[in-house]
């Protein structure tokens, strides 16, 4: 491991504490802490999974740390980077979904994630990627418009441009195309950053990761007390199908790792705990639930 | 539409009104009828949805019939056939997945299809697929052995080596790669039949469909008031998760469904009504639910 390689992962680990310690605070109940390995013939590394489930406000809340290497980069991740194909490789990222308890707190997803090529000759290649993306069940603009500040403003320091690229990036990419619906109401989303030069790519990488607490908690303060029942409740499960459509058919990191054989319980740790499908419903017009429809999704400048 | 299509096509139509009145018959409640149109500029053609929500003995039950058609077939459903490439085609099928209430009682589904590529020179090229698989929750070596055994016995007119390929095939097919682990104890499965000439493969096509029933509703009959409790109920909704993820993850036809513009609402009727994910379940071990895993699921000759 190189010394830039040991800085993003001491960054990384410390992070995931970080963000667990204070969820735990929040929820009054701990985290499990599951190390793994990955088989040493898959190129080793491993990782931690840090997991609280049937909490008091998540019902399901899962922080994954991993650190796994290869000795052969795969075409799929060297596509536009021919000069790098085969070369031995390191990946590690934080990954982040909770599902809360109250259906008026939203579903919250964050990644932060480095990639290095290594060649001792030639120099090593590295690159940064990550975001995050809130998907409410119930439409509050004040708590859409937080999060997106919170993010822009995180992003502000290293330039305006930054923010409306990876907001619309964002918007892209968490989008279920077979139902022609967003996932949620966006956020930031960016990959392949390494045109900045490393320090100034760590310096918007640690940014993207430390605005997390920020943008997330002061929403599930001020939503997790809100009095609910059967409806919501009913509503928040039948919502949650569109989490595991889009994880399960377009996430991009969730069908690599299934595919090639990463660890299923810690990449499937993004599943919410319950879930209900229902044939071809629609919300009753002018109901909350069609607000979130009409208003909230359809993609929307929030800052 | 040819001669050989119409036939094809009044079986399928056939087929399906008879699942839905013996299937509602046993529920007692009705299924709804959706008709739904495939948009011109996609290819045109259409189906007719199926479905029973909330039911006596059924939580969520689908019957598909589909008839699609296209200009160009698409080089993946072209890639043992090149000469085939580019022309005109048609796919018909009735798909079914039955998730029912009571624990005790296995889901199932089954799937006919049939395609034929156009050419009005050279000839039309057409073939058939399908086959049915069983997925139980408590295990009852009866029930599985007589799934396979109406299975075996559909298949015996046509010569005794159908059920071994078709059955390995099953095997292999519903598979969970990710996790290791098959999707429940098989059945028949099978695709591009046409080498046995279109009057054989449509009889065997014909055999499969007509067995379908005769193989799961004496097992829904045995089960469906088998008393029970959370318990079980719960141990479903977990189990549930693995056939959502093997339809979404894995399954060619959702896929290519999902990802080529198809009706989502009616892709999807084959996802089960309420899931459940928890991180790295284990069943206690000696109990019932252990017994699936280890005695169940590890494919077995079962007759």
Same mark, same amino acid.
Request: charged content about 25%.
């Given at each position: 491991?190189?010394?830039?390689?040991?800085?993003?992962?001491?960054?990384l680990?410390?992070l995931?504490?970080r963000? %667990?310690? =204070?969820?735990?605070?929040?929820?009054?109940?701990?985290?499990?802490?599951?190390?793994?390995?990955?088989?040493?013939?898959?190129?080793?590394?491993?990782?931690?999974?840090?997991l609280?489930? &049937?909490?008091?406000?998540?019902?399901?809340?899962? %922080?994954?740390? *991993?650190?796994?290497?290869?000795?052969?980069?795969?075409?799929?991740?060297?596509?536009? /980077?021919?000069?790098i194909?085969?070369?031995?490789?390191?990946?590690? +990222?934080?990954?982040l979904v909770?599902?809360?308890?109250?259906?008026?707190?939203? =579903?919250?997803?964050?990644? $932060?994630?480095?990639?290095?090529?290594?060649?001792e000759?030639?120099?090593?290649?590295?690159?940064?990627?990550g975001?995050m993306?809130? =998907?409410?069940?119930?439409? !509050?603009d004040?708590?859409?418009?937080?999060?997106?500040?919170?993010?822009?403003?995180a992003?502000?320091?290293?330039g305006?441009?930054? @923010?409306?690229?990876?907001?619309?990036?964002?918007?892209?990419?968490?989008?279920?195309?077979?139902?022609?619906?967003?996932r949620?109401?966006?956020?930031?989303f !960016?990959?392949?950053?390494?045109?900045? +030069?490393? &320090?100034?790519?760590?310096?918007?990488?640690?940014?993207?990761?430390?605005?997390f607490?920020?943008?997330? %908690?002061?929403?599930?303060?001020?939503?997790?007390?809100?009095?609910?029942?059967?409806?919501?409740?009913? !509503?928040?499960?039948?919502? /949650?199908?569109?989490? $595991?459509?889009?994880?399960?058919?377009?996430?991009?990191g =969730?069908? !690599?790792?299934?595919?090639?054989g990463? /660890?299923a319980? *810690?990449?499937?740790?993004?599943?919410?705990?319950?879930?209900?499908?229902? @044939?071809?419903?629609?919300?009753?017009?002018g109901?909350?639930?069609?607000?979130? @429809?009409?208003?909230?999704?359809?993609?929307?400048?929030?800052?």
């Open positions: 491991m190189t010394m830039t390689s040991s800085a993003v992962r001491d960054y680990t410390g995931q504490d963000i %667990v310690d =204070t969820i735990s605070a929040i929820d009054g109940k701990p985290f499990i802490r599951d190390e793994w390995q990955r088989p040493e013939n898959m190129g080793g590394g491993g990782g931690v999974s840090r609280l489930e &049937d909490g008091n406000v998540f019902e399901r809340a899962g %922080v994954g740390f *991993s650190h796994v290497k290869g000795t052969q980069l795969p075409p799929s991740a060297s596509a536009h /980077r021919p000069e194909a085969g070369r031995p490789w390191e990946a590690m +990222g934080v990954s909770f599902h809360p308890r109250n259906p008026y707190v939203p =579903t919250v997803h964050m990644n $932060v994630r480095f990639f290095i090529a290594l060649d000759k030639a120099g090593d290649v590295c690159w940064f990627g975001g993306d809130l =998907t409410p069940y119930y439409p !509050f004040e708590d859409c418009a937080h999060f997106h500040r919170v993010n822009r403003d992003l502000a320091p290293f305006p441009d930054w @923010y409306p690229k990876y907001k619309k990036w964002c918007d892209e990419y968490f989008f279920l195309k077979h139902r022609g619906e967003p949620g109401i966006g956020g930031v !960016f990959d392949d950053l390494s045109e900045p +030069g490393f &320090d100034q790519s760590f310096a918007m990488q640690r940014a993207v990761g430390d605005a607490l920020p943008a997330y %908690v002061p929403i599930v303060e001020r939503r997790k007390d809100t009095p609910h029942g059967e409806r919501e409740r009913d !509503f928040q499960a039948y919502r /949650r199908g569109r989490y $595991v459509e889009f994880n399960l058919v377009w996430d991009r =969730t069908l !690599f790792g299934l595919q090639s990463g /660890r319980e *810690s990449i499937l740790m993004s599943l919410p705990p319950v879930v209900k499908w229902r @044939y071809d419903w629609k919300p009753e017009a109901s909350p639930e069609a607000k979130l @429809y009409e208003t909230l999704l359809p993609h929307r400048e929030w800052v």
